[in-house]
Nanobody
Framework: QVQLVESGGGLVETGGSLRLSCAAS????????MGWFRQAPGKEREFVAGISRRGVSTSYTDSVKGRFTISRDNAKKTVYLQMNSLRPEDAAVYYC????????????????????WGQGTQVTTSS
């Protein structure tokens, strides 16, 4: 069982930066691929970024490439999402998620394949 708690959301001006954090409980964090997803009002939850269990591989949705960076610290059982050059369309509730992958260095993108989810943190942009 894994519990995830996101933090770091808030109100930021367009073009600004935020860093989201997701702290995990449990003793097997290194066996989980981690993902960040977001959901805006009236839209489906979408994949934003993911990182493999040891951080060897990362994946991003096209709209955030070059602006967002996902990273993880397995010793701290935390995954981060550094968001730069924020745009109005980045506003959403951001969720982190965990999927047990055993020994594989994979980055799942399908939200339905993730087993554990945090409660979400709101990111709001202003012009």
């Amino acid at each position: 069982q894994v519990q995830l708690v996101e933090s770091g959301g808030g109100l930021v001006e367009t073009g600004g930066s935020l860093r989201l954090s997701c702290a995990a409980s449990g003793n097997t964090f290194g066996n989980y691929a981690m993902g960040w997803f977001r959901q805006a009002p009236g839209k489906e939850r979408e994949f934003v970024a993911g990182i493999s269990r040891r951080g060897v591989s990362t994946s991003y949705t096209d709209s955030v490439k070059g602006r967002f960076t996902i990273s993880r610290d397995n010793a701290k059982k935390t995954v981060y999402l550094q968001m730069n050059s924020l745009r109005p369309e980045d506003a959403a509730v951001y969720y982190c998620a965990a999927r047990r992958v055993g020994g594989l260095e994979v980055v799942p993108r399908d939200p339905h394949s993730y087993e554990y989810w945090g409660q979400g943190t709101q990111v709001t942009t202003s012009s």
